[in-house]
C-alpha cells in the first residue's frame, strides 16, 4: 500500500470547519483513500473513502485532487466530541474482496478548542 | 448490530507470565484483524483470519505471540511469555466487504500492562 503524510497535529476552534490534510503521492489507480479516527481509549472508526470523486456522508466531506496526490477531510462544523488522531490510509482494491490488511500511519491529532 | 466484543478490558501482569486476549467479531463477518498499538503511535497489524484460516501473520512476533480462530467466529490471541515492550492495546477488528470496499469495525481493545 502507498504511504501518506499527515500533520503531527492540528487545532480548530469549535463550530469552525476542521481541514485535515493528507498527501499521498505515490497512490496507484486502484487504491481508495480511507479516513478512521480515533477517539482516546476507543478503538479507529471509520470516516468515510473515496477513489477519485468528493464524497459526502453524515460525518465528514472528503475531497481528492484531481490527480490523487493528496486529499483533506473536511469536518463541517467541529465539535468537542471531534476531537481525536485522524488516520489516512490508502489501500488496493481487491475483486471479492479478500484480507488485506489496514495498515494505520501516526495520524493527525486533532484538537478541538472550546 | 452488537458492536465487535473484546475482553478483558485490562490486564497486567508481571513480565515472563502469559495472557489470553478474546475477541467475538460482529456476526457474519469472515474476516478478522489482531492489531498492537502502543501508546502514542498507530496500530500495527499482527495477524488477519478469513474464517479459521491464517492470511497474513508476517508482523506476529511468533516466538512469544500465537493467535487462533478455531471455529471461523470468536478468535484468542495469547503471549507467553510476555515482554515489558508487549504494553500496549490490543485491538480487534472485524472486517465487512462489501463491493470491493473494506469496512473495518473496531473492539474497545484490551490494555494490557507488563510489569
Known amino acids: 500500500d502507498a504511504k501518506t503524510t499527515q500533520p503531527t497535529s492540528m487545532d480548530c476552534a469549535e463550530g469552525r470547519a476542521a481541514n485535515l490534510p493528507c498527501n499521498h503521492s505515490?497512490?496507484?489507480?486502484?487504491?481508495?483513500v480511507y479516513w478512521y479516527r480515533q477517539i482516546h481509549s476507543q478503538g479507529p472508526q471509520y470516516i468515510i473513502h473515496?477513489?477519485?470523486n468528493n464524497e459526502t456522508n453524515e460525518m465528514a466531506s472528503l475531497i481528492i485532487t484531481e490527480d490523487r496526490k493528496s486529499s483533506t477531510l473536511i469536518l463541517p462544523h467541529a465539535t468537542l466530541r471531534d476531537t481525536a488522531v485522524y488516520y489516512c490510509i490508502v489501500r488496493v482494491v481487491r475483486s471479492g474482496g479478500g484480507a488485506d490488511g489496514l495498515t494505520f500511519g501516526k495520524g493527525t491529532h486533532l484538537i478541538i478548542q472550546p | 448490530e452488537a458492536g465487535v466484543a473484546q475482553s478483558p478490558r485490562y490486564k497486567i501482569i508481571e513480565k515472563r507470565q502469559s495472557v489470553a486476549f478474546w475477541c467475538n467479531p460482529i456476526s457474519g463477518h469472515a474476516t478478522l484483524y489482531w492489531y498492537q498499538q502502543i501508546l502514542g503511535q498507530g496500530p500495527k497489524l499482527l495477524i488477519q483470519?478469513?474464517?479459521?484460516?491464517?492470511?497474513?501473520d508476517s508482523q506476529l512476533p511468533k516466538d512469544r505471540f500465537s493467535a487462533e480462530r478455531l471455529k471461523g467466529v470468536d478468535s484468542t490471541l495469547k503471549i507467553q511469555p510476555a515482554k515489558l515492550e508487549d504494553s500496549a492495546v490490543y485491538l480487534c477488528a472485524s472486517i465487512l466487504f462489501s463491493g470491493g470496499i473494506t469496512e473495518a469495525f473496531f473492539g474497545q481493545g484490551t490494555r494490557l500492562t507488563v510489569v
Open positions: 483470519f478469513q474464517n479459521n484460516g491464517v492470511v497474513d
Open positions: 505515490t497512490i496507484s489507480g486502484n487504491e481508495y
Open positions: 473515496g477513489l477519485k
